[in-house]
């Protein structure tokens, strides 16, 4: 079995992305993370602990790039040992 990448994350910086996905003001709670913690167990039913590992397992595999026939450009999860996306969004703008 390989080993999966992982990246170290700023808690402040897993809060904020927290904040962002829960529709969260960070500013406004004050940095209060039982609120977060609360929020994101009702919404995903997981702990702050468990979305930072989450985040920092997905970070590494992150990328963008180019279709080559299209000229469309893409952000996604991508391996990039085999150049293939294990998931792809097409970047608008």
Not at 29 to 58: M, P, W, Y
Not at 70 to 76: L, Q, S
Request: charged fraction near 30%.
């Amino acid at each position: 079995m390989k080993t999966v990448l992982k990246v170290r994350t700023s808690p402040y910086e897993i809060q904020e992305l927290a904040c962002k996905i829960l529709g969260i003001d960070y500013d406004e709670i004050d940095a209060d993370t039982s609120i977060i913690e609360e929020k994101i167990d009702e919404e995903f039913f997981i702990d702050l602990h468990t979305f930072t590992d989450i985040v920092e397992r997905l970070l590494p595999l992150i990328d963008v790039g180019t279709g080559g026939l299209t000229d469309v450009n893409f952000k996604g999860f991508a391996d990039v040992e085999n150049k293939t996306w294990l998931v792809k969004t097409e970047v608008s703008g």
